[in-house]
């Protein structure tokens, strides 16, 4: 499952390529991806311009000049793909196999063209993924349920802290990838953080020392700049 270095990749790559393109038309291939229905998907779309492309937790948020957002979910399998018509200039999300080969394929559910040619599409191997489009407010209760973006200015060594402290009783794993603790983390990057610091992540979080616990942060940090730096492992 993309996670956040994977998700943060696509976000900056789809950022460079998105931005003021206008959508000339939606085409849902699958109508269990999309929210609301794909005719009333479709209707909210058409004429939008995507004004930028942010990015929190493990979701996409396209910032549509109508005031709409849509909130993205790569889930399992889901992947990203631009292309100017002839070439793709940006992918990203979990690696299919031949994937981006004869586009539109299989996989693809969604495809967004532009007015000036260029399309974005939504593949998806396992469909579990899905884009909605909600309002301000729906969004803002969306995006309240997750914790802190472990790479903000404002998660800092006393933050983290803090977490553990209110949470002694988890495993360090389990606690690590639950999104309304810490915004992002998943399987991969959770076993990199505990194989940094050198913690076995099956250990209860209250066993931990006062150095365990500042090397888990700067874990945190590290393994997931990095991932980035590097564009993830799945992007």
């Not at 931005?19 to 991806?33: F, G, W």
């Not at 009783?169 to 953080?193: C, H, M, S, T, W």
């Not at 209250?206 to 564009?231: P, V």
């Amino acid at each position: 499952m993309p996670e956040l270095p994977e998700v943060e990749t696509i976000k900056r790559d789809l950022n460079r390529y998105l931005r003021s393109k206008k959508i000339k038309t939606v085409e849902v291939k699958l109508a269990k991806i999309v929210k609301p229905s794909p005719p009333q998907f479709q209707k909210l779309l058409v004429d939008q311009q995507i004004e930028e492309v942010n990015r929190r937790a493990k979701l996409l948020i396209f910032r549509l000049s109508g005031g709409f957002f849509i909130l993205t979910h790569l889930k399992m399998s889901g992947q990203m793909i631009f292309t100017d018509g002839q070439k793709v200039l940006a992918k990203g999300g979990h690696l299919i196999k031949d994937g981006d080969k004869d586009l539109p394929n299989q996989y693809t559910h969604v495809i967004f063209e532009f007015a000036d040619g260029s399309h974005l599409l939504y593949n998806d191997l396992r469909q579990f993924g899905w884009l909605k489009i909600v309002d301000q407010q729906t969004l803002q209760k969306e995006l309240v349920k997750y914790g802190p973006e472990p790479l903000e200015p404002a998660f800092t060594q006393k933050v983290f802290a803090q977490l553990l402290e209110k949470n002694p009783r988890p495993k360090i794993k389990p606690f690590l990838v639950k999104q309304e603790k810490i915004a992002g983390i998943g399987n991969i990057y959770a076993d990199e953080i505990c194989f940094y610091a050198r913690i076995n992540p099956a250990r209860v979080i209250k066993t931990l020392t006062i150095k365990e616990r500042k090397d888990l942060f700067l874990g945190i940090k590290h393994i997931l700049e990095q991932a980035i730096a590097k564009r993830g492992t799945s992007a």
